[in-house]
């Protein structure tokens, strides 16, 4: 037995968490790699690290330009921000502390002292690189703690959805923001385009697993990789899989059917990560097929609460 | 934001101090030490094991329990500025003891006490007999805030109305005995400060219980939810029970969360119920469960927005036909503040007397009610001296401190009496008992005044009480408050297995 309101302040932990993991991998990566680059485009390339956010009206509301400080300032602690990284914890916090009596001591005890943290590391005013650090630090004890002592109930499979599906949307959009910065950035040399695609790959922790089939960086070969393999942990498959299969294991249906559609979208958008080629993506534009994929994931979410956290009664 | 105590450099101290040295009891009863500055006679083992720790090892210890109420987020919330902050509530290491026989004394008075106060609320809302005898004026109780005219005649689950009381008790210096300064008969908090404080006494001085018997007080949520579980209107299932809460921003939230896992029951917020053909409901994840019985933690008020506070967003709506129809179970029952309203609490005496045939075995504190004309009078003339408070306030707020009250705040009050003596009482200060408690500016212990509110359980049979309860210490020297909207701090009560 389950509360919706329960359910739906455990999905959202694992959202909040993700989101914060996510972004801070983004600021790492572009900030280490920009610092290669020539002075002139290193302004150009922050501002579509605001777009991967969804939040770049907001930004330049406060902000006149995107550089290492504002971004910082804005995906890292703006409180005008709903997704900035100090943000997502405090909603994560603030979601766990609602139901505390319904996760371990611990969980809570560790993203309550994640979110202690975070304060200090503002007021001790760190660089943008130990921030980050100590988020993706975070981030990895949430999972580990989430693992060690949470039941594999159904708050479990709730929290596991929120992660997965937050982290399938951010690899997709973090895909097609670079896609773009190279498409219809200022022309780079070869050697800057091979950065910023291993760039891609290290913000996602996937560099050295690419290199061990890879010897070049190709688009084509990266894409597949964040896409369409089944065995990285950060690829869009490999998380509506998982996906998939903690809706099924919530519904109690069986691999094959779908008891609402939530799991009817998931199996879906599945298929398609499962059967489509690199080369037909491609083919139909890499841009379409990642904005698909965003909206699928966007409509997986609404229908998860129409499903279970939100719904009608009819009195 | 909350934060940990100040970290203190013991080495501002002199090197060979000790936490008792220059301790005076003064002239107030001490808890701990005799008036000639020797410990009593049951608190001497942890007196001296306080008494030979150096500073250092102290200063540890309280810096390791703080860290611990921090990182659990044991905190509770105020609200001075508009928006809540949450803060630490305060605790003090050193433990208020009380010897078994002692102990005794309170316990029989306590179940006489809610004994009556159930009593009392099942005539009143019945066939109201204390009234035609005239023991107490049926414009008293009729004027009561909290007096529901929707609970007369109404059947209430086991004949039990106020099934959670937390009584607060003081000790007078001048006679030594314990009074009754306050009942509270609505939703009483601060329990789970009792258990949590108990849980780190006993890992910061583990070797201390071994030496003292203190009795244990872990077993209030299963003495709580087996009472719960006797409510159930269904028989033969498996009752469903759950504790209402008004949500994260209400400053007990800590609690409801804490006392719902212990008891193994949902914690819910009214947007999770829903009532159906008088039927209440809860919304999982699976469809509607239904709901037998609810530990609310929500005030009348709010407890349904069609019957009482329209727009309530925390309430439930419909609850009341649902309760009116017999099925759902509500702990405490619906007016349960007619019973602890501050002019009401004048008449405990008599309603002993009057529904038990005894006599109080705890007595009450001397109090004025102002809607009485010559009181009123009296009190007028008496403002500096005594204490006034708001019939139906509770947790320190519509207070005067007579003797702490600059001039325009004792006029401000004087002009709310007389425009609205019913709502008033007064009561003369009250040298309240002392407690040793660590002071972080010297390094040394100085004497504090404290409360004690014991919470009793109320079966429809007997009265169910865990051994000592929340001592509540006004942390700041001199000043009687305790409440912890108003600075104060707690302390772990330790009532003895014997009496020494």
Known sequence: MMLSRIADSLFWIGRYMERADNTARILDVNYHMLLEQPPDTYKLRWDPLIAVTGERARFYKTFEEASAQTAFDFLGFSEDNPNSIAQCIVQARENARTIRDRISRELWEDINSLYYKIIKLRENNEDLSRFCDAVKRGGHRFHGVCDATLARDEGWHFVESGCVLERAEMTARILDVHYHQLLEGPPVLNEARSHLWMAVLKSVAAYEFYKRENTMIEPTRVAQLLLLDARHPRSVRFNVGALQSSLHAISGSVPGTYANEAERLTGKMHEMLTYDSIDEIFAGGLHNYLTELQEMCRSIGDEITRAYLNYAVTA | ?500
């Open chain 2, 1 to 500: 934001m909350s934060s940990v105590a100040e970290t203190v450099p013991t080495n501002q101290f002199p090197p060979d101090q000790l936490l008792f040295d220059g301790y005076d009891p003064g002239s107030f009863y001490d808890e701990m030490v005799a008036p000639n500055g020797e410990p009593r006679l049951f608190t001497a083992p942890m007196y001296n094991k306080l008494a030979a720790m150096p500073l250092e090892v102290f200063e540890e210890r309280r810096k390791l329990a703080d860290l611990s109420y921090l990182v659990q987020g044991i905190t509770f919330t105020v609200y001075s500025d508009g928006r809540g902050t949450e803060r630490l509530f305060p605790f003090d290491l050193v433990p208020r003891i009380i010897p078994r026989s002692e102990w005794d004394v309170i316990e029989r008075g306590l179940a006489q006490r809610v004994t009556a106060l159930n009593l009392y609320l099942r005539d009143i809302y019945g066939p109201q007999r204390i009234l035609k005898d005239r023991i107490i004026p049926q414009h008293l109780v009729y004027s009561c805030k909290h007096f529901r005219r929707e609970m007369v005649g109404l059947h209430v689950p086991r004949d039990i109305y106020v099934h959670v009381a937390g009584i607060d008790l003081v000790r007078d210096s001048r006679s030594g005995q314990y009074l009754v300064l306050e009942d509270n008969a609505r939703s009483p908090s601060g329990i789970s400060y009792v258990l949590e404080n108990r849980l780190v006494m006993r890992r910061t001085f583990p070797r201390a219980f071994e030496l003292c018997e203190v009795l244990p007080v872990d077993h209030y949520p299963a003495e709580l939810v087996k009472i719960l579980r006797s409510l159930s209107p269904r028989s033969g299932e498996r009752p469903v029970i759950v504790l209402l809460t008004p949500g994260l921003y209400n400053s007990a939230y800590f609690e409801h969360c804490f006392l719902a896992q212990e008891m193994g029951i949902e914690l819910v917020e009214g947007r999770d119920l829903v009532v159906v053909d008088d039927v209440v409901y809860m919304k999982t994840i699976h469809g509607l469960t239904r709901v037998d019985v609810i530990y609310r933690r929500v005030d009348d008020d709010f407890l349904d927005p069609l019957a009482f506070r329209a727009g309530s967003l925390v309430g439930v709506p419909g609850l009341m036909n649902a309760y009116r129809a017999g099925n759902i179970a509500l702990a405490n029952a619906v007016g349960t503040g007619v019973a602890d309203d501050k002019a009401i609490y004048a008449y405990v005496p008599a309603f002993i007397r009057y529904y038990m045939g005894e006599d109080p075995i705890l007595q009450n504190a001397e109090t004025y009610l102002c809607s009485k004309p010559d009181q009123l009078s009296y009190v007028l003339e008496h403002l500096p001296e005594l204490v006034v408070k708001a019939v139906g306030e509770s947790g320190g707020y519509g207070m005067l401190m007579g003797p702490s009250s600059d001039k325009k705040t004792i006029e401000d009050f004087r002009q709310r009496l007389v425009a609205d003596p019913r709502n008033y009482i007064a009561q003369p200060v009250i040298p309240l008992s002392r407690v040793p408690s660590y002071d972080p500016t010297t390094g040394t212990m100085s004497p504090r005044h404290v409360d004690l509110r014991p919470y009793c359980l109320y079966d429809g049979e007997k009265v169910t009480i865990v051994p000592g309860g929340l001592t509540r210490v006004a942390l700041q020297k001199g000043s009687l408050v305790v409440n912890s909207s108003q600075g104060g701090g707690s302390k772990d009560t330790w009532v003895l297995r014997g009496d020494d």
